[in-house]
């Protein structure tokens, strides 16, 4: 079955820390992989994507992640997180032209 | 600047009341999607639509129907609201074909009392 996971409901950081975010995914094809953030009280806006090519991903706000295929995985990572990076972030994956699965979601929280 | 918009922020009504939550793209984007968002469900897709006049159900339409009479308007129709409908909707547009990534709107908090 087709199916992404976060396993991390919540993860707490210190402000200047390094973060991963875990994403695993279960589709039979290449995928097309996402991820997403979430402020509070707001819709999602994609801080990057992974089609093909380069492994490795950059997106905005300084977020980057990695596709690993052995490992179906799709990781984001942050060198130095902000107090302004708490919010909800989920990952997702494009399977066909109107499908999407949507991990359950992570919830970082930043210490000062 | 791309766009998603939807029509309330926040919105409260009485059971069985018919709700009506409207969403508007301006990215002449084929595809738009309706999801509720709970907490620890994720994303849920109620119906989606890829061109106007059609429809397609997603995996939980139960309760709620949906219209898409103009390529930019999608609207999402509770029949008649339940408390068990009470939650955040999210409204997504996206290109047509594999790959492209869905644009979302801020949200529409339902409250069903």
């Known amino acids: 079955a087709q199916s992404v996971t976060q396993p991390d409901i919540h993860i707490t950081v210190s402000e200047g820390a390094s973060l991963e975010l875990r994403c695993n995914y279960s589709y039979g094809a290449t995928p097309y992989l996402f991820w997403y953030v979430q402020s509070p009280g707001q819709g999602l806006q994609l801080l990057l994507k992974?089609?093909?090519?380069?492994?490795l991903v950059q997106g905005i706000k300084g977020f980057e992640a990695e596709f690993k295929r052995s490992q179906s995985s799709f990781n984001l990572r942050k060198p130095s997180v902000h107090w302004s990076d708490a919010a909800e972030y989920f990952c997702a994956v494009g399977a066909g032209t109107y499908k999407y699965i949507f991990g359950t979601g992570t919830r970082l929280k930043v210490l000062a | 600047d791309v766009k998603v918009t939807q029509s309330s922020r926040y919105l409260v009504k009485r059971t069985g009341e018919k709700v009506f939550l409207e969403c508007v793209q301006d990215m002449d984007h084929e595809n738009m999607f309706w999801y509720r968002q709970d907490p620890g469900l994720g994303l849920r897709l109620i119906y989606f639509?890829?061109?106007?006049?059609?429809?397609e159900k997603g995996d939980i339409p139960e309760g709620y129907s949906v219209s898409r009479e103009k390529k930019e308007r999608f609207s999402l129709i509770l029949e008649s609201a339940s408390t068990n409908q009470t939650s955040m909707y999210l409204c997504?547009?996206?290109?047509?074909?594999?790959?492209?990534?869905?644009?979302f709107g801020p949200g529409t908090r339902l409250t069903v009392t």
């Open positions: 992974y089609f093909s090519g380069d492994t």
């Open positions: 997504a547009s996206s290109r047509q074909g594999a790959g492209y990534e869905q644009y």
């Open positions: 639509s890829y061109d106007v006049k059609m429809k």
